[in-house]
Protein backbone atom coordinates (compact mmCIF):
# COMPACT_ATOMS: atom_id res chain seq x y z
CA UNK A 1 0.00 0.00 0.00
CA UNK A 2 2.88 2.33 0.82
CA UNK A 3 5.50 1.44 -2.06
CA UNK A 4 4.56 4.18 -4.25
CA UNK A 5 4.71 6.78 -1.08
CA UNK A 6 8.01 5.68 -0.27
CA UNK A 7 9.26 5.59 -3.67
CA UNK A 8 8.53 9.20 -4.18
CA UNK A 9 9.89 10.06 -0.73
CA UNK A 10 12.74 8.62 -2.31
CA UNK A 11 13.31 10.60 -4.47
CA UNK A 12 12.61 13.92 -2.41
CA UNK A 13 15.36 12.76 -0.15
CA UNK A 14 17.84 11.75 -2.72
CA UNK A 15 17.19 15.42 -4.63
CA UNK A 16 15.53 13.95 -7.69
CA UNK A 17 12.54 16.47 -7.21
CA UNK A 18 13.44 20.01 -7.82
CA UNK A 19 11.12 23.15 -6.19
CA UNK A 20 10.92 25.71 -8.37
CA UNK A 21 10.97 29.52 -7.29
CA UNK A 22 7.40 29.86 -8.10
CA UNK A 23 6.77 27.02 -5.53
CA UNK A 24 5.76 24.24 -8.14
CA UNK A 25 7.66 21.41 -8.08
CA UNK A 26 9.08 19.60 -11.05
CA UNK A 27 11.30 15.97 -11.80
CA UNK A 28 15.00 16.94 -12.48
CA UNK A 29 16.05 16.84 -16.30
CA UNK A 30 19.00 13.98 -14.92
CA UNK A 31 18.77 10.88 -13.36
CA UNK A 32 21.00 8.41 -12.31
CA UNK A 33 20.10 5.82 -15.10
CA UNK A 34 20.47 2.56 -12.82
CA UNK A 35 18.55 4.23 -10.16
CA UNK A 36 15.36 4.89 -12.77
CA UNK A 37 16.39 1.18 -14.23
CA UNK A 38 15.98 -0.28 -10.72
CA UNK A 39 12.97 1.37 -9.88
CA UNK A 40 11.36 0.81 -13.09
CA UNK A 41 11.67 -2.92 -12.51
CA UNK A 42 10.60 -2.80 -9.03
CA UNK A 43 7.69 -1.42 -10.58
CA UNK A 44 6.64 -3.66 -13.24
CA UNK A 45 7.06 -6.79 -10.54
CA UNK A 46 4.95 -4.88 -7.58
CA UNK A 47 1.83 -3.75 -10.23
CA UNK A 48 2.18 -7.88 -11.69
CA UNK A 49 2.14 -8.71 -7.35
CA UNK A 50 -0.82 -6.69 -6.41
CA UNK A 51 -2.73 -5.98 -9.76
CA UNK A 52 -2.30 -10.34 -10.90
CA UNK A 53 -2.53 -12.29 -7.85
CA UNK A 54 -3.26 -15.54 -9.51
CA UNK A 55 0.23 -15.11 -11.26
CA UNK A 56 3.25 -16.30 -9.69
CA UNK A 57 5.27 -13.06 -10.15
CA UNK A 58 8.87 -13.01 -8.81
CA UNK A 59 12.48 -11.50 -9.27
CA UNK A 60 13.81 -15.14 -9.44
CA UNK A 61 17.62 -16.57 -10.06
CA UNK A 62 17.66 -18.61 -12.79
CA UNK A 63 20.48 -21.83 -12.72
CA UNK A 64 22.96 -22.28 -15.82
CA UNK A 65 22.05 -25.42 -17.45
CA UNK A 66 25.70 -27.13 -17.10
CA UNK A 67 26.41 -30.63 -18.13
CA UNK A 68 29.27 -30.55 -15.39
CA UNK A 69 27.73 -29.00 -12.65
CA UNK A 70 30.82 -26.52 -12.76
CA UNK A 71 29.74 -23.14 -12.23
CA UNK A 72 32.91 -21.14 -11.53
CA UNK A 73 33.12 -17.44 -12.86
CA UNK A 74 29.58 -17.34 -14.47
CA UNK A 75 27.86 -14.67 -13.44
CA UNK A 76 24.33 -15.15 -11.07
CA UNK A 77 21.45 -14.70 -13.85
CA UNK A 78 18.51 -12.93 -11.61
CA UNK A 79 15.19 -12.14 -13.83
CA UNK A 80 14.20 -8.60 -13.14
CA UNK A 81 10.07 -10.05 -13.21
CA UNK A 82 9.17 -13.83 -13.68
CA UNK A 83 5.74 -14.61 -14.20
CA UNK A 84 4.05 -18.14 -13.75
CA UNK A 85 0.90 -19.37 -13.68
CA UNK A 86 -0.81 -22.90 -15.97
CA UNK A 87 2.22 -24.26 -17.20
CA UNK A 88 3.58 -21.33 -18.94
CA UNK A 89 6.62 -18.77 -17.54
CA UNK A 90 6.99 -15.75 -19.03
CA UNK A 91 10.23 -13.77 -18.14
CA UNK A 92 10.58 -10.16 -18.56
CA UNK A 93 13.95 -7.93 -18.66
CA UNK A 94 12.76 -4.59 -17.49
CA UNK A 95 14.81 -2.33 -19.71
CA UNK A 96 15.05 1.78 -18.93
CA UNK A 97 17.92 3.21 -21.17
CA UNK A 98 18.54 6.60 -22.80
CA UNK A 99 18.51 4.79 -25.91
CA UNK A 100 16.08 1.77 -27.00
CA UNK A 101 17.86 0.30 -30.03
CA UNK A 102 21.35 -0.04 -31.62
CA UNK A 103 22.28 0.99 -35.40
CA UNK A 104 24.76 -0.87 -37.10
CA UNK A 105 25.73 -0.05 -40.38
CA UNK A 106 22.61 2.49 -40.79
CA UNK A 107 20.08 -0.24 -39.84
CA UNK A 108 18.01 -0.26 -36.43
CA UNK A 109 17.96 -3.21 -34.11
CA UNK A 110 17.31 -4.32 -31.15
CA UNK A 111 20.50 -4.62 -28.89
CA UNK A 112 22.23 -7.56 -28.86
CA UNK A 113 23.61 -7.42 -25.26
CA UNK A 114 20.11 -7.48 -24.37
CA UNK A 115 18.81 -9.79 -26.97
CA UNK A 116 21.79 -12.52 -25.72
CA UNK A 117 20.68 -11.66 -22.25
CA UNK A 118 17.17 -12.69 -22.59
CA UNK A 119 17.75 -15.74 -24.86
CA UNK A 120 20.17 -17.09 -21.83
CA UNK A 121 17.90 -16.79 -18.91
CA UNK A 122 14.49 -18.66 -21.51
CA UNK A 123 17.07 -21.08 -22.83
CA UNK A 124 18.62 -21.99 -19.21
CA UNK A 125 14.84 -21.69 -17.64
CA UNK A 126 13.51 -24.24 -20.34
CA UNK A 127 16.21 -26.56 -20.27
CA UNK A 128 16.21 -26.80 -16.30
CA UNK A 129 11.88 -27.83 -16.95
CA UNK A 130 13.01 -29.97 -19.26
CA UNK A 131 15.91 -31.78 -16.71
CA UNK A 132 12.86 -32.40 -14.03
CA UNK A 133 10.47 -34.16 -17.14
CA UNK A 134 8.10 -31.06 -16.47
CA UNK A 135 6.90 -29.51 -19.63
CA UNK A 136 6.34 -25.63 -19.32
CA UNK A 137 6.30 -23.23 -22.15
CA UNK A 138 8.79 -20.44 -21.37
CA UNK A 139 9.02 -17.31 -23.03
CA UNK A 140 10.82 -14.09 -22.53
CA UNK A 141 10.34 -10.34 -22.93
CA UNK A 142 12.76 -7.09 -23.54
CA UNK A 143 10.35 -4.38 -21.89
CA UNK A 144 11.53 -1.06 -22.93
CA UNK A 145 10.89 1.64 -21.02
CA UNK A 146 9.81 3.90 -24.60
CA UNK A 147 11.76 7.09 -25.55
CA UNK A 148 11.33 9.89 -27.94
CA UNK A 149 13.59 8.05 -30.75
CA UNK A 150 11.65 7.72 -33.75
CA UNK A 151 12.07 3.37 -34.23
CA UNK A 152 11.04 1.79 -30.95
CA UNK A 153 11.14 -1.80 -30.33
CA UNK A 154 7.92 -4.28 -31.44
CA UNK A 155 8.47 -7.26 -32.54
CA UNK A 156 8.33 -11.19 -31.44
CA UNK A 157 10.24 -14.10 -32.20
CA UNK A 158 10.51 -17.55 -32.13
CA UNK A 159 13.83 -18.95 -31.38
CA UNK A 160 15.07 -22.49 -30.56
CA UNK A 161 11.41 -23.18 -29.67
CA UNK A 162 10.76 -20.19 -27.59
CA UNK A 163 9.01 -16.50 -28.19
CA UNK A 164 11.15 -13.71 -28.17
CA UNK A 165 9.97 -10.43 -27.85
CA UNK A 166 10.57 -6.95 -27.67
CA UNK A 167 8.32 -3.77 -27.01
CA UNK A 168 8.30 -0.61 -24.90
CA UNK A 169 6.13 0.95 -22.28
CA UNK A 170 5.38 4.23 -22.67
CA UNK A 171 5.85 5.66 -19.05
CA UNK A 172 4.38 9.06 -20.73
CA UNK A 173 0.97 8.09 -21.26
CA UNK A 174 -1.66 7.96 -18.40
CA UNK A 175 -1.39 5.47 -15.86
CA UNK A 176 -4.85 3.50 -17.31
CA UNK A 177 -3.22 3.25 -20.72
CA UNK A 178 0.47 1.73 -18.47
CA UNK A 179 -2.47 -0.95 -16.73
CA UNK A 180 -3.86 -1.69 -20.12
CA UNK A 181 -0.45 -2.80 -21.87
CA UNK A 182 0.49 -4.23 -18.32
CA UNK A 183 -2.93 -6.26 -18.26
CA UNK A 184 -2.51 -6.74 -22.00
CA UNK A 185 0.64 -8.24 -21.56
CA UNK A 186 -0.40 -10.83 -18.52
CA UNK A 187 -3.69 -11.68 -20.50
CA UNK A 188 -1.74 -12.48 -23.68
CA UNK A 189 0.67 -14.81 -22.48
CA UNK A 190 -1.43 -16.36 -19.58
CA UNK A 191 -4.79 -16.27 -21.05
CA UNK A 192 -7.76 -17.09 -18.39
CA UNK A 193 -5.63 -16.17 -15.43
CA UNK A 194 -6.73 -12.14 -14.97
CA UNK A 195 -6.90 -10.98 -11.67
Known sequence: TYRVLMAVCWLVVKGLLQTQSDGTVRMMDFFDEQRMSRLYEKFILEYYRREHPRLNASASFIDWAL????????????????????????????????????????????????????????????????????????????????????????????????????????????????RAQLDGIAEEYFPGNGP
Do not use: C, W
Request: proline fraction near 3%; aromatic fraction near 8%; charged fraction near 25%.
Open 67 to 178: DDGVSDGLPAMRSDVTLSAGGRVLIIDAKYHTSTMQTYYEKQSVKSENLYQIFAYVKNKQAAFERAGKSIEVSGMLLYAATDEDVQPGATYRMSGNRISATTLDLDRPFEEI
